[in-house]
């Protein structure tokens, strides 16, 4: 059983910085590949940013680039999401995600694991 912790959200100001990290319960983490997606109330879970299957390459939602950055460390099973020039509209719940196959890397449906969600929110 594949168990995803995520933790780092928390109340920040517009224009601040926050990292989220994603620990997972897995004995090797490139079996999987992992994304952060965010949801609000009343809308569907949306894409952030994740890796492809490969591992090797960093795909982001258009309005994230620039501003996000996901990264991983494999030697503590742990996926980052940093995050820079806060807006408000960054205000969500934060999810990591973790899939087995190769997918369609946008679509929640295809993700296996999930965690149980960190707070964002970002006063302007």
């Known amino acids: 059983q594949v168990q995803l912790v995520e933790s780092g959200g928390g109340l920040v100001q517009a224009g601040d910085s926050l990292r989220l990290s994603c620990a997972a319960s897995?004995?090797?983490?490139?079996?999987?590949?992992m994304s952060w997606f965010r949801q609000v109330p009343g809308k569907e879970r949306e894409f952030v940013a994740g890796?492809?299957?490969?591992?090797?390459?960093?795909y982001y939602a258009d309005s994230m680039k620039g501003r996000f950055t996901i990264s991983r460390d494999n030697a503590k099973n742990t996926v980052y999401l940093q995050m820079n020039g806060l807006k408000a509209e960054d205000t969500a719940v934060y999810y990591c995600?973790?899939?087995?196959?190769?997918?369609?890397?946008?679509?929640?449906?295809?993700?296996?694991?999930w965690g149980r969600g960190t707070q964002v929110t970002v006063s302007s």
């Open positions: 890796f492809s299957y490969s591992g090797t390459d960093q």
């Open positions: 897995v004995r090797t983490l490139t079996t999987y590949r």
């Open positions: 995600a973790a899939r087995i196959r190769a997918a369609q890397i946008r679509n929640s449906r295809n993700y296996d694991y």
